[in-house]
């Protein structure tokens, strides 16, 4: 079979934005700070109250850090020195997902088994202990509203999380009562933070210029710190951090792709910056632009975004990796002309999806700066499609100096790897 050139070239300009649909969305998403500061119920964006502001650098002490909010929990004790140093201690990790073995984010868990299951993490970290005293800080990376640093009640579930019994709830609550099921009484949750809050607070920590945090994941979501914000229940200086929760970004420009993708997700009409733009979702996109390419519409291949970055990164003169992956998922043995055409596909939805994500970057920094020069600063990012997929770092850079122009050079991004357990350590240390 061989790839209709014609629909090919159309999927393409669709999964395309011009600078000056960038510019527009930047606007857009400017506004939506503007009209969220005032009252998030105008706003698509939520700006959740995080309770914290930016830490001093003294910082000091063990503490737990219980780090969820993907596929994978770890648990940590995290040695904070002051001055961006600490040390790990140790370190725990499980899936909270073994196809076939087990599922606690599934419709069919209960929050019991979830949070029994985070408590028996939290054991292995402190080796059984009961009688030393941890404090622990808790990244919980979902919209929960707080009304002070120690307790957060989640909003609504995104990523595809379904576990029942969650929604509504102070997860603290939840997790303190799991502890107690298994008879630990000397661990005490002190802080919970969404993982851009830790991501930034991490980031702060260690070096300065630091206003904007991401996660660039399996989901993505800002937050920022907003010098007008304080509150007597808050820690940390400079303000208050803002959860945007800006995956639920709506003023957007979606595609055919993108509204047909919403329908059929476990949320619809939520989280639809996430959808276009998260590692959790770019593979469906694929999935979804190559069936219409194959005249296989309708079908679910299972694209992910790991095989995006396999295809994108292969650089054999007949594609042969990609090949492979094209083969197992379609069942279509392609012709090295076609499968140049996916690995285009496959990179123009990349591409999309660093320039969108820098597009709300860029309002953040212009609702920062008024009519103030823009501050020289990092942008901190934590997440493995930041980190690993091919084609983001170098679009966010050039989308950055395309919105920004020169007046912009003294901004850039940089990895916070595993920020969001040190963040958590590091809001713990602030809250004691
Ligand atoms: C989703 C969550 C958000 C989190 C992000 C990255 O968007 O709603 O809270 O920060 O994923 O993990």
């Known amino acids: 079979m061989?790839?209709?050139?014609?629909?090919?070239?159309?999927?393409?300009?669709?999964?395309?934005?011009?600078?000056?649909?960038?510019?527009?969305?930047?606007?857009?998403?400017?506004?939506?700070?503007?009209?969220?500061?005032?009252?998030?119920?105008?706003?698509?964006?939520?700006?959740?109250?995080?309770?914290?502001?930016?830490?001093?650098?003294?910082?000091?002490?063990?503490?737990?850090?219980?780090?969820?909010?993907?596929?994978?929990?770890?648990?940590?004790?995290?040695?904070?020195?002051?001055?961006?140093?600490?040390?790990?201690?140790?370190?725990?990790?499980?899936?909270?997902?073994?196809?076939?073995?087990?599922?606690?984010?599934?419709?069919?868990?209960?929050?019991?088994?979830?949070?029994?299951?985070?408590?028996?993490?939290?054991?292995?970290?402190?080796?059984?202990?009961?009688?030393?005293?941890?404090?622990?800080?808790?990244?919980?990376?979902?919209?929960?509203?707080?009304?002070?640093?120690?307790?957060?009640?989640?909003?609504?579930?995104?990523?595809?999380?379904?576990?029942?019994?969650?929604?509504?709830?102070?997860?603290?609550?939840?997790?303190?009562?799991?502890?107690?099921?298994?008879?630990?009484?000397?661990?005490e949750p002190v802080a919970v933070i969404n993982d851009t809050v830790a991501v930034l607070l991490s980031a702060a920590y260690k070096n300065s210029g630091i206003y904007i945090g991401s996660i660039y994941a399996t989901g993505h979501n800002t937050c920022y710190i907003e010098p007008t914000i304080h509150d007597p229940k808050g820690f940390g200086k400079g303000g208050m951090i803002l959860n945007l929760e800006s995956g639920g970004f709506m003023k957007l420009a979606p595609n055919r792709f993108d509204l047909e993708f919403d329908k059929r997700s476990e949320k619809p009409g939520e989280q639809r910056f996430e959808k276009m733009v998260s590692g959790r979702y770019m593979g469906e996109l694929l999935d979804m632009a190559t069936a219409e390419l194959l005249n296989d519409v309708g079908k679910i291949y299972g694209f992910t975004s790991i095989d995006m970055s396999a295809i994108i990164s292969d650089e054999t003169p007949d594609l042969k990796k990609a090949a492979e992956i094209v083969e197992e998922k379609t069942g279509h043995k392609l012709e090295t002309d076609d499968l140049k055409k996916i690995k285009e596909l496959s990179s123009a939805i990349v591409i999309r999806s660093a320039r969108l994500v820098t597009t709300s970057f860029v309002g953040i920094i212009w609702q920062r700066t008024g009519n103030k020069k823009i501050e020289p600063q990092h942008i901190a990012i934590d997440g493995s499609v930041y980190e690993k997929m091919p084609l983001v770092k170098e679009n966010i850079a050039h989308a950055l100096s395309e919105l920004l122009g020169e007046e912009g050079a003294g901004v850039d991004t940089i990895l916070d790897n595993g920020g969001s357990g040190l963040g958590a350590a590091i809001a713990a240390a602030m809250a004691v």
Do not use: C
């Open 2 to 187: 061989s790839i209709d050139e014609k629909k090919f070239k159309e999927i393409i300009a669709e999964f395309t934005l011009t600078g000056e649909q960038l510019r527009e969305i930047a606007a857009n998403f400017r506004q939506d700070l503007q009209l969220g500061l005032k009252n998030p119920d105008d706003s698509s964006l939520r700006m959740l109250k995080s309770y914290v502001g930016l830490p001093d650098g003294t910082e000091h002490g063990e503490f737990l850090a219980l780090d969820f909010g993907g596929t994978n929990v770890r648990v940590s004790r995290i040695r904070l020195e002051g001055e961006g140093r600490f040390e790990i201690t140790k370190r725990v990790g499980e899936p909270l997902i073994i196809p076939g073995k087990y599922d606690y984010i599934g419709k069919d868990s209960t929050a019991e088994q979830m949070f029994d299951f985070l408590a028996k993490l939290i054991d292995e970290a402190i080796d059984n202990e009961r009688e030393k005293k941890f404090y622990l800080g808790h990244t919980f990376s979902f919209p929960s509203s707080q009304d002070d640093l120690n307790n957060a009640r989640l909003i609504i579930w995104t990523k595809e999380f379904a576990t029942p019994g969650v929604e509504g709830e102070v997860v603290n609550d939840l997790l303190t009562a799991a502890l107690k099921r298994r008879g630990i009484e000397n661990v």
